[in-house]
């Protein structure tokens, strides 16, 4: 069973695939990171 089959609705492959590849992936380091220095930089 493909990811696709699991979805419910129409779903359009080529959109998706499309889009996939300019996502990006952060890890929870990266997300903590980016908390504090947005905090440091205006408390």
Do not use: H
Not at 5 to 29: A, H, R, S
């Amino acid at each position: 069973m493909s990811y696709f089959d699991l979805l419910n609705g129409p779903v359009y492959p080529v959109m998706v695939k499309d889009f996939w590849p300019i996502c990006d992936i952060f890890t929870q380091e990266d997300a903590d990171r980016e908390y504090e220095f947005k905090v440091a930089e205006d408390p």
